[in-house]
T-cell receptor
Framework: AAGVIQSPRHLIKEKRETATLKCYPIPRHDTVYWYQQGPGQDPQFLISFYEKMQSDKGSIPDRFSAQQFSDYHSELNMSSLELGDSALYFC???FGAGVGDTQYFGPGTRLTVL | DQQVKQNSPSLSVQEGRISILNCDYTNSMFDYFLWYKKYPAEGPTFLISISSIKDKNEDGRFTVFLNKSAKHLSLHIVPSQPGDSAVYFCAASALDTGNQFYFGTGTSLTVIP
């Protein structure tokens, strides 16, 4: 079965650079979630989109922005990168944006900021 | 402020025995809970869920128990298999937090053949 696809899988950037992470949800899923997992930490919710509109906002820094496109894929744009942004970024998708809609996770993008 | 806690960072169990992974939460408004399994270099994989209207949900070798009064849930794996070795996360959400899930810090399970 098709799963959530994230690209790139690995990304190395320097401080103050920008990065764009992409997420392709499971076909027919209309909701996308972004999570950040720092080393030795639990995943932290960043932001979610339902039907191309922002549905929930978590601990996403102002330097980050995201959007969901007409084909339901989503991009997380990160500017003025800091060393502390080095983390594993997970995208998840679900069908529906209600509580109880199971989120299926992608493999993650490992971002390293030097 | 960690709203979902997994106090055991690691657990080792013999193959064929029961694995019990525990999770505690502080927000009494949480009403939906998930367990995820994560292998290295992969994203979390959904395992099993439970809503607060139930106190037990079973799916094959996996059973999740919810004790609302104690704000505690546990995942039982019986019998444990070496392929179960992974990091297990519990996650919780509440109606008033929309679709945002709060994760525990994970428990690394090792099943010894």
């Amino acid at each position: 079965a098709a799963g959530v696809i994230q690209s790139p899988r690995h990304l190395i950037k320097e401080k103050r650079e920008t990065a764009t992470l992409k997420c392709y949800p499971i076909p027919r899923h209309d909701t996308v979630y972004w999570y950040q997992q720092g080393p030795g930490q639990d995943p932290q919710f960043l932001i979610s989109f339902y039907e191309k509109m922002q549905s929930d906002k978590g601990s996403i820094p102002d330097r980050f922005s995201a959007q969901q496109f007409s084909d339901y894929h989503s991009e997380l744009n990160m500017s003025s990168l800091e060393l502390g942004d080095s983390a594993l970024y997970f995208c998840a998708s679900s069908f529906g944006a209600g509580v109880g809609d199971t989120q299926y996770f992608g493999p993650g993008t490992r971002l390293t900021v030097l | 402020d960690q709203q979902v806690k997994q106090n055991s960072p690691s657990l080792s169990v013999q193959e064929g025995r029961i694995s019990i992974l525990n999770c505690d939460y502080t927000n009494s408004m949480f009403d939906y809970f998930l367990w995820y399994k994560k292998y290295p270099a992969e994203g979390p994989t959904f395992l099993i869920s439970i809503s607060s209207i139930k106190d037990k949900n079973e799916d094959g070798r996996f059973t999740v128990f919810l004790n609302k009064s104690a704000k505690h849930l546990s995942l039982h794996i019986v019998p444990s298999q070496p392929g179960d070795s992974a990091v297990y996360f519990c996650a919780a959400s509440a109606l008033d937090t929309g679709n945002q899930f709060y994760f525990g810090t994970g428990t690394s399970l090792t099943v010894i053949p």
